[in-house]
């Protein structure tokens, strides 16, 4: 049983498109996350939401929206896309320790989007 | 605010040898400390983490790293290494601001 799985995988698209990543978790996590891996491997989070309410807003265009429709799902909806956006982009969950701060990311495989 | 730093970017070691990759964090308070490992193509995989406690902590496949406060540092370390460990490497921080950054990664390449 995969922990955090991600759909697509892989997805190629021009320019302009608008496109969707979905992510879903069944660790029963209050928190997920979305993560951009660029090119040389930096590894930068964008979006964390728990019990579907946005906590974490990085410094993202307004392209990106992030949407939970329940604490075990985290779609990242991209519009308008750029050459720049290209990367693989990761989920995660996690669920809270004691006092209500984030224990271990557990992380999906990653999808790997290629802008043309 | 937090940040991490990662000094070896590339690491090339033949099997059998001693690794030390390096990680030092900036940030003043309380801090949860990590190391994931990213292998060919696949997701990031928790290596070991230090939260409070024994500042040595021990992860899987042979790996350790050593929380020394006074350096701000939490270096990873294995005594031998095996080709199957080329993988890349991240260090991670989370302080009170509950987001875990990222340092910029060790590529480690081992070969037989």
């Known amino acids: 049983d995969t922990a955090v799985s991600q759909t697509p995988k892989y997805l190629v698209t021009q320019m302009g498109n608008d496109k969707s990543i979905k992510c879903e978790q069944n660790?029963?996590?209050?928190?997920m996350y979305w993560y951009k891996q660029d090119s040389k491997k930096f590894l930068k989070i964008m979006f964390s939401?728990?019990?579907?309410?946005?906590?974490i807003n990085e410094t993202v265009p307004n392209r990106f929206s992030p949407k939970s429709p329940d604490k075990a799902h985290l779609n990242l909806h991209i519009n308008s896309l750029e050459l720049g956006d290209s990367a693989v982009y990761f989920c995660?969950?996690?669920?809270?320790?004691?006092?209500?701060?984030?224990?271990?990311?557990?992380f999906g495989e990653g999808s790997r989007l290629t802008v043309l | 605010a937090q940040s991490v730093s990662q000094h070896n970017h590339h690491v090339i070691l033949s099997e059998a040898a001693s690794l030390e990759l390096g990680c030092n964090y900036s940030?003043?308070?309380?801090?949860?400390l990590f190391w994931y490992v990213q292998y060919p193509g696949q997701h990031l995989q928790l290596l070991l983490k230090?939260?409070?406690?024994?500042?040595l902590v021990k992860g899987i496949k042979g790996f350790e790293a050593e929380f020394i406060k006074s350096k701000f540092s939490f270096n990873l370390r294995k005594p031998s290494v095996q080709w199957s460990d080329t993988a890349e490497y991240f260090c991670?921080?989370?302080?009170?601001?509950?987001?875990?950054?990222f340092g910029t990664g060790t590529r480690l390449q081992v070969f037989p």
């Open positions: 995660a969950s996690s669920h809270e320790l004691t006092g209500g701060a984030p224990g271990e990311l557990f």
């Open positions: 660790l029963g996590h209050d928190t």
């Open positions: 939401y728990n019990n579907k309410e946005l906590i």
């Open positions: 940030y003043g308070g309380t801090v949860n």
């Open positions: 230090y939260f409070s406690g024994d500042p």
């Open positions: 991670a921080v989370m302080g009170n601001t509950d987001k875990l950054i």
